[in-house]
Antibody, heavy 121, light 110 residues
Framework: QVQLQESGPGLVKPSQTLSLTCTVS??????????WSWIRQPAGKGLEWIGR???????NYNPSLKSRVTISVDTSKNQFSLKLSSVTAADTAVYYC?????????????WGQGTLVTVSS | QSALTQPASVSGSPGQSITISCTGT?????????VSWYQQHPGKAPKLMIY???NRPSGVSNRFSGSKSGNTASLTISGLQAEDEADYYC??????????FGTGTKVTVL
């Protein structure tokens, strides 16, 4: 059973860079044609797709966040990571990592439990 | 990329059927048969309920069904049960981005 777990600081200061890591267990991050995404959800609001990475290193980002987002993968550690620069209070949210499964086209079949990141001084 | 439009809330009594709409444009919902639906209970991660407009992943109840007409996709829950009370989100592939989510719909079981 594939499991995903987010980790990283729960508090980030404005203008700094938010950094999170997602550790994948129960299978190799490199197996199959999956892609690995970050998705966020401000409290009481909807889901927002941030971006994705294939284990080849190919990435796609939400156009509205593209200038501030970097997603990377470390296959040796079975992890992928998110960096979001120049954060403001508007970036406060629960951040999820998820596996995209091409069998489901644009469907995410496994999700992490989510981690709350608060942007505040 | 703007979020897809969903009604804020939908309610129904146990046993009834309800339908949630998800309206986009010809650049997303209307242009591709790549619409997914997710169920999210409070404090939990979303769960994939429907993919490719109308297909259910293994293990998802057949009380959940999806369809699409033009730029609007729909999720129907039949035989509504208390456990169906949750937030529901649609998602679509778009011409400018692989994913866009809907605004979300809160389903209340009366």
């Amino acid at each position: 059973q594939v499991q995903l777990q987010e980790s990283g600081p729960g508090l980030v200061k404005p203008s700094q860079t938010l950094s999170l890591t997602c550790t994948v267990s129960g299978g190799s991050i490199s197996s199959g044609s999956y892609y690995w995404s970050w998705i966020r959800q401000p409290a009481g609001k909807g889901l927002e797709w941030i971006g994705r990475i294939y284990t080849s290193g190919s990435t796609n980002y939400n156009p509205s966040l593209k200038s501030r987002v970097t997603i990377s993968v470390d296959t040796s550690k079975n992890q992928f990571s998110l960096k979001l620069s120049s954060v403001t209070a508007a970036d406060t949210a629960v951040y999820y990592c998820a596996r995209g499964n091409p069998f489901y086209a644009v469907g995410f079949d496994y999700w992490g439990q989510g981690t709350l990141v608060t942007v505040s001084s | 990329q703007s979020a897809l439009t969903q009604p804020a809330s939908v309610s129904g009594s146990p046993g009834q059927s309800i339908t949630i709409s998800c309206t986009g444009t010809s650049s997303d919902v209307g242009g591709y048969n790549y619409v997914s639906w997710y169920q999210q209970h409070p404090g939990k991660a979303p769960k994939l309920m429907i993919y490719d407009v109308s297909n259910r992943p293994s293990g998802v109840s057949n009380r959940f069904s999806g369809s699409k007409s033009g730029n609007t996709a729909s999720l129907t829950i039949s035989g509504l049960q208390a456990e169906d009370e949750a937030d529901y989100y649609c998602s679509s592939y778009t011409s400018s981005s692989p994913h866009v989510f809907g605004t979300g719909t809160k389903v209340t079981v009366l």
